[in-house]
């Protein structure tokens, strides 16, 4: 643990501090009761509380009728514009939308096809790191992970900038871009380096090509032959779509309004950003959505028999089973009740991908985990209880199919992600200029001074 090796009196002294640590900042859970604290910035009735105004991006999952959440399927909105219509826009026309769905976001409107050419050819030269940054930020200080690289690839971008800590609208723009564009090769280097120094596998390290899409070039530049399948460059690209944005409210994008209204420069609010979607809770839930169908193939006889799963998902929810905590992860959502929009266009997509690869059954455990933890929801909390998948579930299977490494589950959510982060960074500069500044209550009892020799 220590980056240094300790004695045993070291030891013994490190002990008592952690124990000190533990014991004085434990707060008793009835403080929140007494004082009306929103736990998670959460009101009583499970919904957020509102703490901004944004144009970006609209989530709806229930309807609040007396104070109660009365579920109702679930919509996602980027800028006005229902996420389902905008892929089944694309998608229609058989072209790749998430360089659109960027423009979208950052520029609050849809763009022409001579606008939306001219900014594909202008992400294309951007994709290129800085000269030497690979070899010196990167390949030269690998880490374990990737995530953590990443923040740091993305606070080193800082020392490239010449006009870096500037906020006018053009700066934030060119920063912004630059940021989206060099994203998936700051990702899939750091990767690479991590499993060429820890894994001792070999290295190769593609250039981004400047006429691909992001989803293709995140396929070209991550696999040692650099070929992929339209069909699978197509899943990829709704993927990056539908991770793209989520309202201000989630954790990440909080993040960036919470950085930006102090001041402070795009870098280190989009590594603050990133260092929020690692968690298990947010971005990194999809690793464990990984983890649990690895456990689930591994302790049961057929995963393709239902009554079988089903005896082991109750287990699960019970805490009795795969990590103990009592979720089925890929499923339940913080503000979608009875569907999330995302993960039904993806659902709709893996299963294309999945018949196209012969793993049909895989994709039909997936789907029963969906439909049986919808079930056990019931038997287990009452014929009103309501859960649905989401995108976390669907978005594994789809990664795992295309060969992505675990490693890059969450990296991937994060190049996704950036189009929504640097929207929010740019709409909290240019609307709000107050700093965020919640209030905390003290619960000590005010304490005396004592002399270092009385103690």
């Known amino acids: ?48 509380v509102l703490v901004g105004i944004t144009e970006i991006g609209e989530v709806r999952g229930y309807d609040l009728i007396d104070n109660k959440k009365i579920p109702e399927e ?154 992929y399948t339209e069909l699978e460059a197509e899943v990829l690209d709704l993927s990056l779509i539908v991770h793209a944005e989520h309202g201000g409210g989630n954790n990440s994008s909080f993040t960036t309004h919470v950085l930006a209204s102090s001041g402070t420069d795009s870098y280190s609010v989009i590594a603050a950003a990133i260092g929020s979607l690692k968690g298990s809770k947010h971005g990194g839930a999809n690793f464990k959505v990984y983890k649990m169908i690895e456990a689930i193939k591994e302790e049961l006889e057929d995963f393709r028999d239902r009554n079988e799963l089903k005896n082991y998902l109750r287990k699960i929810l019970k805490k009795e089973a795969f990590d103990k905590q009592g979720l089925v992860y890929g499923m339940g959502h913080a503000v979608y009740t009875k569907s999330d929009p995302r993960a039904v266009l993806l659902k709709k997509k893996a299963e294309e991908l999945a018949k196209d690869k012969g793993l049909e059954d895989d994709y039909k455990l997936y789907a029963n985990i969906e439909d049986i933890t919808k079930e056990l929801f019931v038997e287990l909390k009452g014929e009103n209880a309501c859960i649905c998948a989401n995108v976390d579930l669907y978005s594994s299977f789809v990664y795992r199919m295309l060969g992505l490494p675990f490693e890059l589950f969450t990296p991937i959510f994060a190049i996704a992600r950036m189009a929504g982060w640097c929207a929010h960074r740019i709409e909290q500069v240019l609307s709000d200029t107050k700093i965020i500044r919640p209030a905390y209550k003290s619960v000590t009892k005010i304490k005396d001074y004592v002399p270092l020799d009385e103690r």
């Open 1 to 48: 643990m220590s980056y240094i090796k300790l004695s045993g009196v070291d030891e013994a002294i490190f002990h008592k501090l952690a124990i000190y640590a533990k014991d004085n900042n434990s707060i008793k859970p009835e403080y929140y009761d007494i004082y009306d604290i929103k736990r998670g910035l959460r009101n009583s009735n499970g919904t957020g």
């Open 74 to 227: 679930g919509k996602l909105y980027y800028r006005s514009i229902e996420l389902k219509d905008l892929v089944e826009g694309v998608q229609k026309e058989k072209r790749f939308g998430f360089e659109e769905c960027i423009y979208l976001l950052i520029f609050g409107q849809l763009p022409t096809k001579e606008e939306l050419n001219d900014f594909n050819q202008l992400l294309g030269k951007l994709r290129f790191l800085p000269e030497g940054f690979n070899e010196k930020m990167i390949l030269l200080y690998p880490s374990k992970d990737v995530m953590n690289q990443l923040q740091r690839s993305v606070l080193s971008m800082y020392t490239y900038d010449e006009s870096v800590d500037e906020n006018s609208i053009s700066n934030l723009t060119s920063q912004s871009l630059n940021l989206i564009a060099k994203l998936p090769a700051l990702a899939i280097y750091s990767y690479q380096a991590k499993i060429h120094n820890y894994d001792k596998q070999s290295l190769f390290i593609h250039p981004p090509q400047p006429h691909l899409s992001t989803a293709e070039n995140i396929l070209y530049m991550t696999r040692a032959d650099s070929n």
